[in-house]
């Protein structure tokens, strides 16, 4: 079927299905979301007011048999770092939404009356309905009332009490093929959807399905490229260790921001490791390997048990157990997992708030290595709206302001993750100049600054790191419009067939003749649009900066500064 | 101050030199080897003769640090150099 916007507007609880403007027709997943938003809010508006929309997008392939497709973005005017944002994640949403024919759903507007709903979309257009029972619950009480309430495994979409609050660290979940959750984690995209008293969302694609335009082409494209990721020793570690696998390795760089980014390196690293993770996950008869979207074969996810051989959480990922493990200080994968548990049921995004969860510590509220602390200030606080609550739920700029704390690591007020910039110096840059505020996947220098993945750069000096940030960013902004979790990077940076047969799956699935060319100028297209939009909405060059703190204390062992001047930075632009 | 590695071929007078340095294995490489071990080496001793010594296939091997430092297999370590090999590994 051909694929049309589905349309929401919440002021006056009415729905339309709308053909595809032929500016967007060409667009999907990151692309759609920012053309949409760039073309459709005000970059000055309010974020958690009537005038911002947010966009949910499955990518170019998604709801296809390509491998690794099934990523959905989510758009809207950010309501922590009050520039454009998209995130995305995995789940079953993306696939079922394209298999719907809905190329992009657009909600905008806001009630005004104090009244929740939710809405159902299937390929006949989104119903909204009245909610009653569901509010105040948190994501796993959603997920598991659906499954009752609804008639087979609709795509569920959900916000914890996080979002019903309208917290800024609040995320967007989606239920993976086993019913726990993915997370669309970064800048608050959760309060958007609270602030438009939709709590969740169900997608039913009925007998819909995804046409492809040469389905030989498509299929023997596929072939390649499956081939290629399953071929890449990255896509076999990340099956076996998951993504924790990192902790050692980062700490061994001396990059592994502990104690609120006051060290480089955690004596606790080897209890929270990704080697600890999976021995523990094997003695207690959880999952190594787990997939959060069909077709995909890395597999990098992973279901922990608690000591009694019950599932904990999954998607137990390398932010979350660094940012809460080094950056808390807290040493006990156990009471590591049962926060991301609380996370993920309250709905806040783990990176965000750990780091929250960090300055706090920095400012005496609790004390570095209180597990038992944090667990109970997500319960008792986050998931109630207390006061601290809220402070610690709008994010760490915001547990900064009101504790009076200088040692506050974000970008453009979002949480810096799981690397130093000053021991890495490359993910600085891209901390920096993102158009989304502090973010390691935008443009991950990792790779090649410490994982000697697409080349080698050496992580602590400045030569080469700009031009390094620059074109991860430009070739990950186009990735991410394709629906193909960014994983496939490694094996593309790698293998020379990878790529090509990305490009092939894209001409297949549409009948175009895209180039690499065409790839790089996407991802160009899209890091402009989004720079347009901040820049309207009151950005400068002095947002693209990082925190004094790591121009002048040396980060341990390496004693190290983030000594790029401004004028460096900025040459990030140069395209 | 991290000890220097030197690059490239270095005699220290007899080959039997010998100094101590740790050694850490990552991930799968781990298995039936071990985590962290000391050992006596000679001058002569590459990184990547000591990695040929553990069985370990280069081609395998992703990152290799010397006191936190990224280092090849043809530089020597020195006294009291703490040398870390890891498979190829990714994440995000």
Redesign the interface.
């Known amino acids: 079927m051909a694929d049309k916007i589905f349309r929401v507007n919440m002021t006056d609880l009415t729905a339309s299905v709308e053909e595809v403007p032929a500016a967007w027709a060409a667009h999907g997943g990151r692309g759609l979301t920012s053309t949409i938003v760039a073309a459709e809010v005000l970059p000055t508006c309010h974020p958690l007011g009537p005038n911002n929309k947010i966009v949910f997008a499955p990518g170019l392939l998604s709801g296809t048999i390509a491998a690794n497709s099934g990523r959905l973005s989510i758009g809207a005017k950010s309501p922590l770092t009050g520039t454009i944002k998209e995130s995305n994640a995995g789940g079953t949403a993306s696939a079922l939404l394209a298999r719907a024919g809905c190329k992009a759903l657009i909600i905008e507007g806001q009630p005004k009356e104090d009244k929740w709903y939710s809405l159902a979309l299937t390929p006949d257009g989104v119903m909204i309905n009245e909610e009653t029972e569901l509010i105040g619950k948190g994501n796993f009480a959603v997920v598991e009332a659906l499954a009752t309430r609804l008639e087979g495994k609709p795509g569920i979409i959900t916000i914890g009490q996080a979002g019903e609050m309208r917290m800024s660290a609040a995320n967007v979940s989606i239920k993976d093929p086993d019913g726990g959750l993915r997370s669309s984690g970064r800048g608050g995209l959760g309060a958007v959807l609270g602030s438009k008293k939709v709590k969740f969302i169900t997608i039913d694609p009925k007998d819909g399905k995804v046409v492809i335009a040469k389905p030989d082409a498509f299929k023997e494209a596929n072939r390649v490229f499956a081939k290629a990721l399953v071929d890449h ?3 076999q ?2 099956g ?7 902790v ?2 980062i700490n ?3 990059g592994l921001p502990t104690r609120n980014f006051t060290q480089g ?1 955690f004596e606790g690293h080897d209890s929270i490791s ?2 600890t993770m999976h021995d523990t996950i094997e003695q207690r008869g959880g999952r190594v390997k787990h997939n959060c979207h069909p077709g995909c074969v890395i597999q ?1 996810s992973q279901v922990f048990n608690d000591a009694k051989g019950k599932k904990m959480t999954s998607g137990f ?3 979350s157990i660094w940012a809460m493990g080094a950056d808390c200080c807290v040493d006990d994968l156990d009471k590591i997992a049962e926060a991301d548990r609380l996370m993920d049921d309250i709905g806040v995004d783990t990176i965000e708030t750990s780091v929250a969860m960090g300055v706090a510590m920095q400012a005496g509220v609790l004390s570095f290595g209180d597990g038992a602390g944090v667990c109970r200030i997500l319960k008792e606080e986050v998931a109630k709206g207390t006061g601290l609550g809220r402070i610690i739920g709008n994010g760490a700029g915001s547990v900064g302001r009101a504790y009076g704390v200088t040692r506050v690591p974000v970008v453009k007020n979002q949480a810096i993750p799981a690397y130093d910039p000053r021991a890495i110096k490359g993910i600085g840059i891209t901390y920096a100049t993102s158009t989304q505020g502090a973010d ?2 935008m443009g ?1 220098t ?2 090649t600054n ?4 697409g080349g ?1 750069v ?3 000096t400045k030569e080469g790191q700009v031009e390094l940030s620059r074109n991860l960013q430009i070739a990950t902004a186009a990735i991410d419009s394709t629906g193909m979790c ?2 496939i990077a ?1 094996a593309a940076l790698d293998d020379e067939k990878c790529l090509p047969a990305l490009i092939d799956l894209i001409n297949a699935r549409y009948d175009l003749s895209l180039t690499a060319d065409d790839v790089v100028n996407l991802g160009k297209y899209i890091l402009k649009t989004e720079r347009a939009f901040n820049t309207a909405a009151g950005f400068t060059a002095m947002d693209d900066r990082l925190p004094e703190f790591f121009y002048n204390e040396k980060l341990p ?2 004693n190290v500064v983030f000594d790029f001047t401004g004028e460096e930075i900025d040459t990030f632009w140069d395209f | 101050m991290p000890s220097c590695a030197k690059k490239g071929s270095t005699s220290q007078g007899e080959g039997s030199l010998q100094m101590k340095i740790t050694v850490k294995l990552f991930a799968y490489f781990r298995d039936n080897r071990f985590k962290i071990e000391q050992r006596e080496i000679g001058g002569e001793t590459t990184v990547g003769d000591i990695v040929d010594s553990l069985d370990i296939d280069r081609e395998e091997v992703g990152v290799l640090m010397i006191n936190s430092r990224h280092t090849e297999f043809d530089v020597h370590p020195a006294e009291d150099d703490v040398l870390a090999i890891f498979p190829v590994v990714g994440g995000g």
Not at chain 1, 240 to 246: K, P, S
Not at chain 1, 450 to 453: A, D, S
């Open positions: 020793p990255v896509s570690a990340l076996q260790y998951g993504t924790n696998v990192l050692n390795i061994e760089s001396g390196q990704g080697e990098c990922e390398y932010e390691h996947t991950y990792i790779a410490i994982l000697n993945v080698k050496d992580p602590l960014l994983f490694f062992p390496h």
